[in-house]
């Protein structure tokens, strides 16, 4: 039976995997249900704060302001990245639209990002000059900005958080709540002690807390974009382990990626021996990939090897003089002993 033959058959049964979707078991409009709340809390929390910051002179007040507008930004852009993710896959999407969330992130993760170096220079500033603050107006609505982000964090945990645009938006949030600690506590020692450095200081706090956020989001969602295996995933020692199950004898062009959050997938070439039962080694190899690995979206084909094709005489890495599939493999060659990586 030929590669295509396999692929092709391959094909008919992908259905039975059940990929359509991140498999948390939560109602997406349970999911948009919960962000909107926690939208609406912190949209309407943030207008007092600009306010009141300007009175109090407050960097740490408006700084935290400005922090909650990129909440509400990456609450709204899950938002809608859950909607787009939800269509159904359709002409040159192949795969839908299930990296808009990915896209949102990303976005999430560059204002945070951008919005720390402002928060940085105002704050240097003001250390060097620093202007009278109201301790007691910071401290107070530092208080109340505690409560707000307290609720809306939790209901953003009700949320899926699997999804990456999801856990933006609650690292915004959780931030936001680290950053009215810092500003509560700043707004004490104004208070009580005169020490008005103490709101920069505040400031600078947060902008740490907001590089932390924005670096880890731009990070994983660039892993996502540059097609990179996640994380949890070396694709050698998955290589390694298909090519340790009988009767497979090679494996290349092996590639691990991530569709969307939680969504891993997988193709390989696989070569078996010329006695081996290709259609039995792709669902065995397909069972142990889920249930090692946690991967279902897989797209394996597999070829029997031929006689002159298992002589010795290949380098490492050399891909089969034969085989018109590959003549340039992607990638290590798997076989079974040692080899090159």
Known sequence: MTGHDHAKDHTHGHGAHGHGGHGHGVDPNADRRWLGIALALIAGFMAVEVVVGVMAHSLALISDAAHMLTDAVSIVLALIAMRLAARPARGGFTYGLKRAEILSAQA???????????????????????????????????????????????????????SLAVEGAYQHVLNDLFAFIGTAVAGLIVLTTGFVQADAIASLVVVALMVKAGYGLVRESGRIFLEAAPADTD???????????????????????????????????????????????????????????????????????????????????????????????????????????
């Open 108 to 162: 999430n993760g560059l204002t945070l990002l951008l919005l720390a170096v402002w928060l940085a220079y105002e704050a240097v500033r003001r250390l060097l000059d620093p202007p009278p603050v109201e301790g007691g107006l910071v401290l107070v609505t530092a208080l109340a900005g505690i409560v707000v982000n307290v609720v809306a964090a939790w209901c953003i945990s009700k949320a899926n958080r699997s």
């Open 235 to 341: 694709p050698d020692a998955v290589g390694d382990r298909l090519v340790g199950h009988p009767p497979v004898t090679e494996v290349h062009d092996l590639h691990i990626w991530t569709i969307t959050s939680g969504q891993a997938a997988l193709s390989a070439h696989v070569l078996v021996e010329p006695a081996g039962d290709c259609h039995a080694v792709r669902r065995d190899l397909e069972g142990l990939l889920e249930k090692e690995y946690g991967i279902t979206h897989t797209t394996l084909q597999v070829d029997h090897t031929q006689d002159e094709l298992l002589s010795v005489g290949r380098g490492p890495g050399q891909v089969p003089a034969g085989d018109s599939h590959c003549a340039d493999a992607h990638g290590p060659v798997h076989r079974e002993g040692p080899h090159d990586h």
